[in-house]
C-alpha cells in the first residue's frame, strides 16, 4: 500500500492539517509508505495567474519543508516508509530554471513528480485547474475546449521530453489535469489518440504514471487522472503506475482508491521504486 503524491501544511491552498495526522491516518488505512511531495517553488521570474497566487511554497519554506519532512520520516521509520519529495511544475520557457532547483534539491529527495498546472496562451500563462469559471476564460483565450485539451496534453509530452538535469521526475502528474471540469465543459473529441501519445513519450523515456484518485472526489470530473482504460493501456505496457491521493488535507488519503483497486491497477507495480529508495 502506496500513496506517492501528498500534500501537507506548506501548501498555501491546502490545509494546516500537520504532518502527523497525515501520517497517523495512512497507518490506520493500512498503508506502508507514502510520499509528501509539496508544489515546489514556482521559478522566481514566473508570475502566479491565480488571484491569490498560491499554486505553491514560497521559495522562503523550502528549507523548512525538507527539513520538517526528514524529521517526521525519522520519527516514524519503524512503523512506516516516508519519502521526502516536491511536485515541480513544468513551464514552457522556464526550463532552466527549474533545472537549477532540482540540481539544488534533487540530492535531498527520495521521490518527484513532474506535473503541468499552467498553459501560456497570447502573452500570459493561465492556470487549467484553479476554478471552472477561470476554466471557462481559458477556453474563451484558445478559442474552444478541444484547443485547451490539445495545448495541455502538448504540453505534457514537452515536459516528458524536456531535459531539466539528472534530478528529472520520472513520474508524470495528474496526465489528464484538463479533465478536472469536463462535466460542465465536455470536450466534444475524445482525444484518446494524446493521451496514448502521452503514454508513447512515458514508455520510450522509462518513465511512470500518478494514478491520481483526486479526480473522482471533483464533482464536475468523477474519473481519476488519467481514466481507467488509459491507466490499464499504461499497466498492459509495463509502465509503472504509483497511485496518488494528490491529498490536501489528512482526510483526503485513500481517495478514489477503492475504485481503481477494483481495477487492479497496483498490483503488479503499485509499489515499484521512484526516482531513488528512500535514505
Not at 498546472?117 to 471552472?132: E, K, T
Amino acid at each position: 500500500m502506496r500513496d506517492g503524491h501528498i500534500h501537507t501544511p506548506f501548501c498555501p491552498h491546502g490545509s494546516s492539517d500537520p504532518l502527523e495526522r497525515y501520517v497517523e491516518r495512512a497507518i490506520a488505512l493500512g498503508y506502508t509508505d507514502i510520499s509528501f511531495t509539496e508544489h515546489a517553488p514556482l521559478p522566481e521570474r514566473f508570475i502566479d495567474p491565480t488571484p491569490e497566487r498560491d499554486s505553491a511554497m514560497n521559495s522562503r519554506e523550502l528549507e523548512r519543508y525538507l527539513a520538517a519532512v526528514s524529521d517526521i520520516k525519522a520519527r516514524y521509520r519503524n512503523d512506516i516508509t516516508i519519502r521526502v519529495g516536491l511536485e515541480v511544475d513544468f513551464i514552457p520557457g522556464f526550463e532552466e530554471e527549474t533545472a537549477r532547483m532540482l540540481d539544488e534539491v534533487g540530492p535531498l529527495l527520495d521521490d518527484s513528480i513532474l506535473s503541468v498546472h499552467f498553459l501560456p496562451c497570447r502573452g500570459q500563462y493561465v492556470c487549467i485547474d484553479y476554478s471552472a469559471d477561470m476554466f471557462a476564460h481559458i477556453i474563451r483565450l484558445f478559442g474552444s475546449v478541444e484547443r485547451v485539451h490539445r495545448a495541455y496534453y502538448e504540453t505534457v509530452r514537452q515536459s516528458i521530453r524536456a531535459e531539466l538535469g539528472r534530478y528529472k521526475p520520472k513520474r508524470i502528474g495528474h496526465m489528464t489535469l484538463v479533465r478536472k471540469f469536463q462535466r460542465r465543459f465536455p470536450c466534444p473529441e475524445p482525444m484518446t489518440e494524446w493521451m496514448v501519445a502521452i503514454l508513447d513519450d512515458i514508455e520510450r523515456f522509462g518513465g511512470e504514471l500518478d494514478g491520481n484518485g483526486a479526480g473522482l472526489a471533483k464533482p464536475l470530473c468523477l474519473e481519476p487522472y488519467p481514466p481507467i482504460q488509459i491507466m490499464a493501456e499504461a499497466q498492459r505496457r509495463g509502465i509503472p503506475i504509483v497511485y496518488g491521493s494528490d491529498a490536501h488535507c489528512a482526510a483526503d488519503l485513500h481517495q478514489g482508491r477503492d475504485a481503481m483497486d477494483r481495477e487492479a491497477l497496483f498490483v503488479d507495480n503499485g509499489g515499484a521504486p521512484s526516482y531513488n529508495e528512500p535514505k
